[in-house]
């Protein structure tokens, strides 16, 4: 059995949770964690993790491959269950509410999940469809995201023959569809040329300020952290070790300290980060083993 599809009791509910839309209760975090943890057997892949993400915010969850950053955001996009403590997104609790959760998010997955055999627009299609957005507004919202995405002048030609770069808009173009409340983005430029790595930063620094989304990404490029994010933590062997602006936690470390040096101070390790369609799905999967 694959150890990700485990689901472990929850054991650490002391009231019962509480339905927001019931409630008329207003979130001021998109992103609520308390004691964050996830086992596999043994292994603690996510170690009692704590923060909040205020709506409207880009938030980096940065380290090494195998700190726990996917574990993570698979348990923030109910693909997971935590083995303990609990997680809220949108307000909504993702182990007692993960259908809602699911309504208000979008998730843009290391793997590959554009159809190559599809064309863009027919992957939109099925995105649509799995979203169950009616048909009568569908052809707009999928016009309205190739164009958001500038590919609208690809949009009959089969993803296969796309760039890596159009390809990771393409699947941005999916995950915002139905327009989340949150986004969320496992290594989001993984794999992608410096020039196609600037193309998608400039698509979701537009995504947050026109639409206010919420974004949460996954990454160990500290460029993109620095460029993209409003607040970052540091994880480490399924801890976080250190969490806040930019600015602050480059001041722990020193009065002109960088993100790498930051990463290089809290993790004690180095940083490490084009191509077609093949290249892409080669990439991604090499990425998603090492976790």
Known sequence: MNNETVELQVS????????????????????????????FGVFVAVDSINFNVPQGKIFGLLGPNGAGKTTTIKMFTTLMKPTLGTASIAGFDVSMFPAEVRKRIGYVPQMLSADGGLTAYENLVLSARLYGMKKSYRKVRIEDSLNFMSLNDFSNKLVK?????????????????????????????????????????DRLKALNKEYGMTILITTHDMEEADQLCDEIALMLQGKIVAIGSNASLKASVSPDASLDDVFVYYSGGSIEGGGNYRDVRKTRRTANRLG
């Open 161 to 201: 023959t796309y760039s890596g770069g159009m390809i990771r808009r393409l699947e941005l173009a999916q995950a915002i569809l139905h327009r989340p409340s949150v986004l969320f983005l496992d290594e989001p430029t993984i794999g992608l040329d410096p020039i196609a790595r600037r193309m998608v930063w």
């Open 12 to 39: 650490d509910r002391e009231t019962d949770p509480v339905n927001p839309l019931k409630e008329g209760i207003i979130q001021p975090y998109a992103i609520e964690t308390k004691n964050l943890t996830k086992h």
